[in-house]
């Protein structure tokens, strides 16, 4: 899923990236491989902890996790302010009502959003769709085996 997530947003070197509900870093720490800087978002501290330890660990120094609360607006954070051309946003089972509105205003040219729950995922869907976006890709991927849940992945793209 991580690896699919990167091929997806067809990170650059050169690019930013804004990964929201970062969590320990599971999909900020390789992101930070590939772009020039991440930005890794949690309402959790504890996790923002963990996620800035793995990054010590693993020698990533263009990568900054904030303990922030999503349902405020980001952009207005002084981390925000130049921008991002890539969002990648993996909430939880509520989805991300709370933050649609602010990844619009970022402009970013994709979004992968990840999702446990489709009710959210179509709710959240339909804020990017009425903002100019399409949907590029789309896959459902069994993460819990024998069980009837799936992750969804969806690839948004900006129209120019």
């Known amino acids: 899923m991580v690896a699919r997530a990167l091929e997806w947003l067809d990170v650059q070197p050169e690019d930013r990236v804004l990964d929201l509900f970062c969590g320990m870093g599971n999909f900020t720490l390789p992101l930070a491989t590939q772009a020039a800087s991440v930005v890794g978002v949690e309402g959790?501290?504890?996790?923002?902890?963990?996620?800035?330890?793995?990054?010590?660990?693993?020698g990533l120094h263009n990568v900054t996790f904030y303990h922030?609360?999503?349902?405020?607006?980001?952009?207005?954070?002084?981390?925000?302010?130049?921008?991002?051309?890539?969002?990648?946003?993996?909430?939880?089972?509520?989805?991300a009502a709370g933050v649609m509105q602010q990844i619009i205003k970022l402009e970013p040219?994709?979004?992968v959003y990840v999702s446990c729950n489709p009710a959210?995922?179509?709710?959240?869907?339909?804020?990017?769709?009425?903002?100019g976006y399409t949907i590029a890709r789309l896959a459902m991927l069994d993460m819990f085996?024998?069980?009837?849940?799936?992750?969804?992945?969806?690839?948004?793209s900006r129209v120019k």
């Open 44 to 58: 959790v501290p504890a996790l923002v902890e963990k996620g800035q330890q793995n990054a010590r660990l693993n």
């Open 68 to 95: 922030e609360n999503l349902e405020e607006d980001v952009t207005k954070q002084p981390w925000a302010k130049n921008g991002f051309d890539k969002v990648l946003l993996d909430p939880a089972r509520a989805g």
């Open 109 to 111: 040219i994709r979004i």
């Open 145 to 156: 085996p024998h069980t009837g849940h799936l992750e969804s992945m969806v690839l948004f």
């Open 120 to 131: 959210t995922l179509a709710r959240d869907s339909e804020a990017l769709l009425k903002a």
